[in-house]
């Protein structure tokens, strides 16, 4: 055995030690959290391991996402090249691809110096992207990006340069099929000795060694530890869309919510360490487009210094998770800030829980601190005492039906509870979508009911805000009210009352077929029980997605087909639509917050519209209703642009 291979034995087994301690140390910190079954349905969490984590499916949605996927695959081909250099340092008569026929051996060697330009290029194009058009976030041009990047560069560097040296020598017989090696050989002076050609192939593998086992070591301690992450991360990643939050047990003795973060589940930490820091979340997130103090990325980045921080000691409240100064700590102001659009959970690469980590928290503030925005407390008063937003006498309830004959609902007789919800029967202006789909129904020989004054508020937005208590409790007499009458169809107007029966209800085990108008009105169309006399004296009408009508349920397609019947033309389209459409602000309990950084999100969302020249803007959600119509106001464009429901738009199409 050589000095130079009992050198690197000695090396190799440090290196290799000191990784080993590293993952335990920091992936330890993870089984702090709390439990999350994600070891279900094995079969399909690996394929979606293969379709996002290896087949990038997320990463590649964005022009520059292409060389990220070139660097990852030529990563994984790398792998099997740099295990072969590894192993063949410790045992170098005995382990190396040399040894294969010449078929194959020759075949590994021309992949493996193609790949390794791939790469080097990739990190030059990184590289030149930082230096001129960075991603907004400053972390971009941190030192540790440009550290991770350089490792890289000098790997490849150290690949050429070893294999040049060896083919110069005449001791490498694929050189042929080396095609980048090659040229590296033609670069070196013919007049090179043997000897010196040796010295320089035997410093390159040293080098190569020395960056390689360099670059192991330094992933667990940078931001990249999301190179370890992040596949896990995707087969861990939730296997349905996430639309709800996690149910609250209130018994004695028991916490609520995040306040401190071991108080997380394992999945919730995890999420930290496999974050990218691509800023695709912040990108998309409403707040911080407008200029909040809120950032996806950056919350999830807290948490994770949070816990490398506070982990590795007996007590986790060192730093605080929430409403300390600095990194690792988010503020208060920060969590009030997110509209759960979920924006950020559908671009995440790799799946990180955003929303469900902030309302964690909001939880803790609420429940535990009863610290909260000043606005709140009335808005939870009210929901308390009276059901409603508003605090509005229960009789009030029915005054949307004064004019028209609205039938309860009755069990055996009535088929589907139509579920008017705060907005539809308190709000002056959303109260006319009311008596549209009322109308509607009535036309396509529906039968349909309602509850009357005993109706009561689903509770949604008390959940997101995190008053998880007063949820339960609005939940669970709904549930018990539905189960009495003989519920089990019901008709919505409001996207944020469909989610909450149809996705959160199921939590407290309601068997409920909730569906919302513009699917129904779509299926009724269909079915040719619904004739509309198409008009097109709406002018140019756009069409805005509700962030829980179109993110968290896909529908998407239904509304823009209803629109397409009652007007004869298809709705215009915003710049961003879709599973990329941008909040109305009113989400996640804003609907009752003042704005009081940045933009107002309506009025950014109002001036994509006005860019479309839009005369009539569509909505399928009375929070989009309120929002659109304040957002026109402040660009003084009230009188110029309409803001109708779905229903509204059909209800006008329905022959006299």
């Known amino acids: 055995m050589t000095p130079d291979v009992i050198a690197f034995i000695v090396v190799f087994a440090a290196a290799i030690l000191f990784f080993g301690w590293s993952c335990y140390r920091r992936f330890g910190l993870v089984l702090k959290g709390r439990p999350d079954n994600r070891f279900d349905a094995l079969h399909k969490r690996f394929w979606n391991m293969l379709f996002y984590a290896f087949g990038q499916r997320r990463v590649v949605s964005k022009p520059f996402g292409i060389n990220h996927f070139v660097l990852f695959w030529a990563f994984m081909v790398l792998l099997i090249a740099n295990a072969e250099f590894l192993l063949n340092g410790l045992a170098p008569d005995v382990i190396s691809y040399s040894r294969l026929p010449d078929g194959a ?215 605080p998770l929430i409403g300390g100064d600095g990194e690792g700590s988010v503020s208060e102001e920060v969590l009030w800030e997110c509209t759960t659009c979920g924006a950020c959970m559908e671009v995440c690469p790799v799946f990180i829980e955003h929303v469900p980590r902030i309302v964690d928290m909001r939880r803790h503030l609420v429940e535990m601190k009863a610290k909260f925005p000043e606005e709140l407390l009335t808005l939870f008063e009210n929901m308390e005492q009276r059901s409603n937003p508003w605090g509005i006498a229960p009789a009030e309830r029915t005054k949307w039906a004064a004019d028209i004959n609205v039938q309860p609902f009755e069990a055996g007789k009535t088929e589907y509870l139509f579920y008017i919800g705060c907005a539809g029967a308190f709000d002056a202006r959303n109260r006319h979508t009311t008596l549209s789909v009322a109308k509607i129904l009535d036309a396509g020989g529906v039968s349909w009911g309602t509850l009357g004054r005993d109706e009561l508020c689903c509770g949604e937005s008390v959940r997101r805000l995190g008053n998880e208590y007063v949820f339960d409790r609005m939940a669970r007499e709904n549930i018990k009210m539905f189960e009495e009458k003989g519920v089990k169809k019901i008709i919505t107007q409001c996207p944020h009352c469909y989610n909450t029966l149809k996705n959160d209800y199921k939590q407290y085990g309601a068997d409920l077929e909730v569906v919302h108008h513009t699917e129904f009105i779509n299926s009724l169309i269909k079915e040719g029980r619904l004739k509309l006399n198409a008009s097109g004296d709406l002018g140019n009408v756009v069409f805005h997605d509700s962030c829980y009508l179109g993110r968290y349920n896909l529908i998407y397609d239904a509304p823009r087909q209803v629109v397409a019947e009652a007007t004869g033309k298809a709705p215009a389209e915003m710049e961003r639509n879709r599973d990329k459409a941008f909040c109305c602000g009113a989400g996640g309990g804003r609907m009752w917050m003042e704005e009081k950084e940045g933009t107002l999100i309506n009025v950014a969302r109002v001036e994509e519209a006005l860019e479309k020249k839009a005369e009539t803007i569509c909505v399928c959600c009375p929070y989009c209703m309120t929002m659109f119509d304040d957002g026109l106001k402040d660009k003084d464009a009230a009188d110029k642009v309409q803001v109708l429901d779905l229903a509204e738009i059909v209800a006008r199409a329905l022959p006299e």
């Open 105 to 319: 051996y020759f075949t590994l060697a021309c992949i493996f110096d193609i790949v390794s330009v791939l790469a080097l290029l990739s990190v030059i194009l990184a590289v030149i992207r930082r230096l001129t058009f960075p991603p907004p976030h400053t972390e971009a041009r941190s030192r540790d990006a440009f550290i991770i990047l350089s490792l890289v560069a000098f790997l490849m560097i150290a690949f050429f340069g070893m294999h040049a040296s060896e083919i110069a020598r005449g001791t490498e017989r694929a050189a042929d099929y080396m095609f980048i090696s090659n040229f590296g050989a033609a670069i070196i002076p013919s007049g090179a000795s043997a000897g010196s050609l040796e010295t320089a192939a035997n410093v390159f593998w040293w080098i190569h060694a020395a960056v390689l086992l360099s670059f192991l070591n330094y992933l667990p301690y940078s931001k990249h530890m999301h190179v370890l992450a992040s596949i896990p991360n995707c087969f861990f990643k939730s296997l349905e869309k996430i639309k709800t939050q996690s149910r609250e047990e209130f018994a004695r003795d028991n916490t609520f919510g995040v306040g401190q973060v071991d108080q997380f589940t394992w999945k919730g930490l995890f999420d930290s360490y496999a974050c990218t820091e691509c800023g695709r979340c912040s990108d998309v997130c409403p707040a911080t487009f407008t200029g909040k103090p809120l950032e996806p990325r950056l919350v999830i980045h807290d948490i994770k210094v949070n816990l490398l921080k506070n982990g590795p000691g007996d007590s986790v409240a060192e730093l």
